[in-house]
């Protein structure tokens, strides 16, 4: 092993751009200028300032240029997105997001101000009516499960759900999810001169009405997802091992006929979500003193696998608890053959993917996404190894093992311990994130002072000290960012189709790998992408593929693809 790791040179901090990401991308075309490098010579007392960066083009204007607007629309399903977000008010699909955690087959809120038809609490309605999965064909199962599934989908097809006259759920429980929807679908927030709402089919921002402006809401900033020109339906579900509620986000989505599927989280399978040991740590377990602990893990094995008769969710005697959840990944697959789906990695640090995001293959469009720093490594906690497809920027994680080292020295913290002692190879530390929208007032992550704000009508200013920002990151960003490339995709090729067909999952896929790029810098850093020591000794001599799949997209390579005949 080596010391600290100096023979690269470093870029000096960059003045930072709350959009880094959009041009670390190819989103956007920013100029950051010639950065110097630090530390400067011994003649200079200081490195040259850099200067703001210049903005330029972007994709979204290629895609004007291409042919007609036609939006995509990307099912997320994750815990809600907040309804009354400025930057997300108006690519919020209202109208067919879901609440599937409060009610088994779907509930909605509906908008108080328009609900003149009605006033009681609730109205019943069929969100699922008209479902039918023939197009998926047999799925893989057997004639079993095939008639386990069809009476699913018969009783949801014949179901009814509410519309509630509530207070929206996603205003208390809904941060992660708002958070990858700014980084989806977030536009600039927008209002009348006069401070009353605009009155538009579509969004303020790429409308051709006149009457718009910048809103005079002092707290919003005119903020950009990767696709603002698209819209988001929300499918909210909760992190119970809930295999019903689960399907049913999938086959909504299916029926929605959506043109992207973002799931920025794992699922909860019981028996596939499971961390597989790694070979080393199995070894080590062979070793004459670990056998305590060897002799421990083998003891919890047994208990694992044994039956326990008060607990509440074992399985009742001759059921098949695994049959729900291996229909449910069938269905995963075969819908990805239609939808792009796009997974999160996950956030352990592993050498191995998170469910499902590791049934990412060769023949199917599922997209698993990991994350990586400004500074050209993998992000310390982004998961890697096979099946991953691409990763994409974010923040980064302190990291010290025997492996590596990475740490903020920055921190006060840093300077009490000697980590050269270790003689460990250090890896540069990332001060970037992703800069998102957050869930407004005290329950967001930014835990802002008024968590009703949200609510108040146009002009009232609403938003006083509620917090509708925040720092973000993980493979949930990056998922959330591929998933807004991949609206892209599907709306530059509706530009040329007249917005009546949508690329399959595997196509998407095809040209995302085809169009990333193994040996990019993530922009405004200057190393290309570079392998880190993790989880092995001498694990940065593995094929390139094995941490970054097949690299960074290139978001304006992707499009001009689509766009070209």
């Given at each position: 092993m080596t010391t600290v790791d100096m023979e690269a040179p470093q870029a000096a901090p960059m003045n930072y751009y709350y959009l880094w990401h959009l041009t670390a991308l190819g989103v956007i075309d920013a100029d950051y200028g010639s950065p110097p490098i630090v530390p400067p010579s011994e003649d200079e007392t200081a490195a040259r300032p850099v200067p703001d960066p210049q903005i330029g083009g972007s994709v979204w204007d290629t895609i004007a240029a291409a042919g007609p607007l036609h939006p995509a629309r990307v099912a997320l399903i994750d815990v809600g997105v907040a309804p009354d977000h400025p930057n997300l008010r108006t690519r919020l699909d209202r109208e067919a997001s879901i609440d599937l955690t409060s009610h088994r087959y779907g509930s909605?809120?509906?908008?108080?101000?328009?609900?003149?038809?009605?006033?009681?609490?609730?109205?019943?309605?069929?969100?699922?009516?008209?479902?039918?999965?023939?197009?998926?064909?047999?799925?893989?199962?057997?004639?079993?499960?095939?008639?386990?599934?069809?009476?699913?989908?018969?009783?949801?097809?014949?179901?009814?759900?509410?519309?509630?006259?509530?207070?929206?759920?996603?205003?208390?429980?809904?941060?992660?999810?708002?958070?990858?929807?700014?980084?989806?679908?977030?536009?600039?927030?927008?209002?009348?001169?006069?401070?009353?709402?605009?009155?538009?089919?579509?969004?303020?921002?790429?409308?051709?009405?006149?009457?718009?402006?910048?809103?005079?809401?002092?707290?919003?900033?005119?903020?950009?997802?990767?696709?603002?020109?698209?819209?988001?339906?929300?499918?909210?579900?909760?992190?119970?091992?809930?295999?019903?509620?689960?399907?049913?986000?999938?086959?909504?989505?299916?029926?929605?006929?959506?043109?992207?599927?973002?799931?920025?989280?794992?699922?909860?399978?019981?028996?596939?979500?499971?961390?597989?040991?790694?070979?080393?740590?199995?070894?080590?377990?062979?070793?004459?003193?670990?056998?305590?602990?060897?002799?421990?893990?083998?003891?919890?094995?047994?208990?694992?696998?044994?039956?326990?008769?008060?607990?509440?969710?074992?399985?009742?005697?001759?059921?098949?608890?695994?049959?729900?959840?291996?229909?449910?990944?069938?269905?995963?697959?075969?819908?990805?053959?239609?939808?792009?789906?796009?997974?999160?990695?996950?956030?352990?640090?592993?050498?191995?993917?998170?469910?499902p995001a590791n049934l990412a293959a060769d023949d199917n469009g599922i997209i698993a996404v990991g994350a990586v720093t400004v500074e050209g490594y993998r992000s310390g906690y982004s998961n890697y190894g096979e099946g991953l497809t691409v990763v994409a920027p974010s923040d980064d994680d302190e990291v010290f093992n025997r492996h590596q080292l990475r740490i903020d020295r920055l921190s006060p913290f840093a300077a009490q311990h000697d980590h050269r002692a270790f003689e460990l190879r250090e890896y540069q530390y990332s001060h970037f994130s992703l800069l998102t929208t957050d869930l407004p007032g005290s329950f967001g992550y930014n835990r802002g002072a008024d968590p009703w704000s949200s609510i108040v009508p146009f002009g009232a200013n609403s938003g006083i000290g509620g917090g509708y920002y925040t720092t973000f990151g993980g493979t949930s960003g990056a998922s959330a960012e591929v998933g807004g490339i991949c609206a892209l995709i599907q709306r530059a090729h509706k530009s040329q189709n007249s917005g009546d067909a949508r690329l399959s999952g595997p196509a998407v896929k095809s040209i995302l790998q085809a169009t990333a790029r193994l040996d990019s810098a993530v922009t405004p850093g200057i190393r290309a992408l570079t392998a880190d020591c993790m989880n092995a000794d001498g694990e940065d001599a593995l094929e390139m593929s094995y941490f970054f799949g097949f690299g960074l997209p290139n978001v304006s390579a992707a499009v001009a693809a689509v766009l070209t005949p």
């Open positions: 909605r809120v509906a908008d108080i101000l328009d609900a003149t038809t009605s006033f009681d609490l609730e109205d019943k309605q069929s969100f699922f009516a008209g479902l039918d999965i023939t197009p998926l064909g047999t799925l893989g199962l057997s004639n079993d499960d095939r008639e386990y599934l069809e009476d699913i989908v018969a009783e949801y097809a014949a179901s009814q759900g509410v519309v509630r006259r509530l207070f929206h759920p996603e205003s208390l429980f809904a941060p992660h999810g708002t958070c990858c929807a700014g980084l989806i679908v977030g536009e600039p927030a927008v209002a009348a001169a006069d401070g009353e709402p605009p009155e538009l089919p579509e969004s303020a921002f790429y409308s051709d009405d006149s009457t718009p402006c910048p809103s005079a809401n002092r707290n919003v900033i005119p903020y950009f997802g990767i696709d603002p020109f698209s819209r988001l339906i929300s499918i909210r579900t909760s992190f119970e091992d809930d295999v019903q509620q689960f399907i049913a986000a999938f086959l909504y989505a299916y029926h929605q006929g959506v043109d992207v599927i973002v799931l920025p989280r794992g699922l909860p399978d019981p028996k596939r979500s499971r961390v597989i040991p790694k070979n080393e740590l199995k070894a080590d377990l062979e070793r004459w003193k670990n056998q305590i602990a060897a002799d421990l893990f083998a003891r919890i094995s047994l208990a694992e696998q044994g039956s326990v008769e008060l607990e509440p969710k074992a399985p009742q005697r001759g059921s098949n608890p695994d049959r729900a959840w291996h229909i449910l990944k069938q269905l995963i697959i075969a819908i990805s053959q239609h939808i792009p789906i796009v997974c999160a990695a996950g956030n352990s640090g592993e050498s191995q993917l998170i469910y």
